[in-house]
């Protein structure tokens, strides 16, 4: 038997100084589809997902709070987890804390191995840091506002002078080294735009970077055999150092001959958004390099969403919770309008009447209606079975293709991570759908003659044969919806065979999508699945 291909995908790990909002579900979901997507065509995948716990940003919010920085990250990691599974129905393989035990020595084992290549020094940082983004900057990339304060221009938030002892990573020395990377792997980063403005940001050159802080302690700690000589402080490693790891800590570095880690790395995709390219495209590589490791093959940058176009803000409040959206809309509309509404990469900016507008037209009409009638029509005129088809005609023929094209331009759209062409595609076909069965009429033919009534029996399986095809490519996107459609339709799930319109049968192989609906299978009076917003 051939061997199974493997798939491994990650998001950013976030923050939990707050409560996740629909921004972080955007990332999870979009995930998510990817990672569904890629199991439904046999490959046999990794999800890596979590918090990253360490850093000032969480130490000071821990102070504020009157907690130790370990009880404020245990309770904000929960919530976090709890909206992955309780409200998101996100399917990650495992959900990493960067306070695990295996990932201080994953941590640990990376620093080693670039002290290991020269890489580390020991030296003084003076310079900008920003807390809420946990980053050095250039004073040139800094202004000073209104308020007196000093600023990122990029990301608006307030930076500190900071002067102490620190060890450095020599990334000046990879500025020619990742040009030519890029140069070699065009589809690292992606889109190109995004990944476009990561490659200026190196060709203008790379000073080296500080790696660790003295004057606070909620990190990782630098392993002390290798400072005792050098310094009397104790240093914790600058968070994105131990941040960035999680990614190999996931598939059991630093046992680089364990069998997850064989499987899985490198990784096939890291998915994140536009403010941390940076950090994915620039140090990860280039720390990589240093400790010897391959590099990770794509990093998707998905855009902000903004509310009515304007950034979520706790002061404005306008931030919202995912479960609010969930109660309102329901989880399948959500994940379906968060893919389909905009293109992946750029910014969106989303409003309560473009939900509905999703979720009414092309889930409960478009999607929902055609199936509600046909599958209607089956049960009632074809003595509740799928009806066995006539000679097909030109038409016929046509919406079966443009249904089987679908496969193979879900494949592409998806290897790219172009979500929103894969169903603006799928949806293209159910107008087209919806357009042959409004023209062919079948509650017309059903009460006509006998060779009428056979062509009303052609369409209605030509239709429900469609929408199979469309179900099984779109489970990724709304799995709870179109698992009902397929038990509605009385299609196997992937192993189990002979499951005849059970309820929730769970989830059906891409390699099913060659077959085809036979003639004779019972389905049942269908219960309407895709409901309107009123
Ligand atoms: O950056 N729309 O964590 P984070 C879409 N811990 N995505 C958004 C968003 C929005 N409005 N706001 C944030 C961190 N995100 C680091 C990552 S990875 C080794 C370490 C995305 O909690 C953001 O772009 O600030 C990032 O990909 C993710 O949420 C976590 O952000």
Redesign the pocket.
């Known amino acids: 038997m051939a061997e199974q291909p493997t798939y491994y995908i990650t998001t950013?790990?976030?923050?939990p100084n707050g409560e996740p909002?629909i921004?972080?579900a955007?990332?999870y979901i979009s995930a998510d589809v990817m990672a569904r997507f890629k199991r439904l065509d046999g490959y046999e995948t990794f999800f890596l997902t979590g918090t990253?716990e360490h850093g000032q940003k969480v130490q000071q919010n821990a102070e504020a709070q009157g907690l130790t920085p370990k009880e404020l990250v245990d309770q904000n990691a929960a919530v976090f987890k709890q909206v992955d599974d309780e409200v998101l129905n996100i399917s990650y393989d495992r959900f990493i804390r960067t306070t695990d035990t295996d990932h201080y020595e994953a941590s640990q084992a990376i620093w080693r191995r670039m002290v290991e290549a020269g890489d580390i020094y020991l030296d003084k940082y003076s310079g900008w840091y920003s807390v809420r983004d946990e980053a050095f900057y250039a004073e040139s990339e800094t202004e000073v506002r209104e308020d007196g304060e000093r600023y990122s221009k990029e990301t608006n938030t307030e930076v500190h002078w900071v002067e102490e002892e620190s060890y450095f990573f020599r990334l000046s020395a990879y500025q020619d080294k990742l040009l030519k990377f890029y140069a070699d792997n065009p589809d690292y980063g992606g889109p190109r735009s995004r990944f476009n403005e990561v490659i200026r940001f190196v060709e203008n050159g790379l000073n080296d970077l500080s790696i660790s802080r003295t004057t606070f302690d909620w990190g990782v700690p630098v392993p002390k055999d290798l400072t005792e000589s050098e310094t009397s402080l104790d240093h914790v490693m600058y968070v994105w150092v131990d941040?960035?790891t999680?990614y190999l800590t996931g598939v059991g570095f630093p046992n680089t001959d364990s069998e997850s880690f064989a499987k899985f790395w490198p990784a096939d995709l890291h998915l994140?958004?536009?403010?941390?390219s940076r950090?994915h495209c620039i140090f990860w590589p280039a720390f990589l390099m240093s400790a010897g490791i391959e590099l990770p093959k794509r990093v998707i940058i998905?855009g902000?969403?903004?509310n009515a176009g304007v950034k979520?803000s706790k002061s404005i409040g306008n931030v919202v919770a995912p479960s609010a959206w969930v109660d309102t809309y329901g989880l399948d509309p959500v994940r379906f309008f968060l893919l389909r509404e905009f293109p992946y990469g750029q910014d969106g900016s989303y409003t309560h009447e473009a939900v509905v507008g999703r979720k009414n037209s092309d889930l409960a009409n478009n999607l929902g209606n055609l199936a509600q009638r046909s599958l209607s029509m089956i049960a009632k005129n074809c003595q509740g079975a799928i009806p066995e088809p006539g000679q097909l005609t030109e038409a016929d023929q046509a919406i079966l293709e443009q249904a089987s094209s679908l496969l193979e331009t879900s494949r592409k759209a998806y290897e790219v991570q172009e979500f929103h062409k894969a169903l603006e595609r799928t949806w293209h076909v159910l107008g087209e759908t919806n357009a042959y069965f409004a023209e062919a009429a079948p509650w017309k033919l059903a009460k006509g003659d006998a060779a009428e009534q056979q062509r009303m029996r052609t369409v209605l399986y030509v239709t429900a044969e469609v929408i199979r095809r469309v179900a099984l490519l779109i489970q990724p996107v709304i799995p709870d919806s179109a698992t009902k459609l397929l038990d509605a339709l009385a299609v196997e799930a992937s192993g189990d065979a002979g499951a005849t319109n059970a309820s929730n049968t769970g989830p059906r192989s891409f390699a099913a999508f060659g077959d085809a609906l036979v003639p004779g299978t019972p389905i049942a009076k269908p219960q309407p699945i895709f409901p309107r917003h009123e």
């Open positions: 950013a790990i976030t923050y909002h921004g972080h955007y990332e990253d941040a960035l999680n994140i958004g536009k403010d941390i950090f998905h902000h969403l903004h979520m």
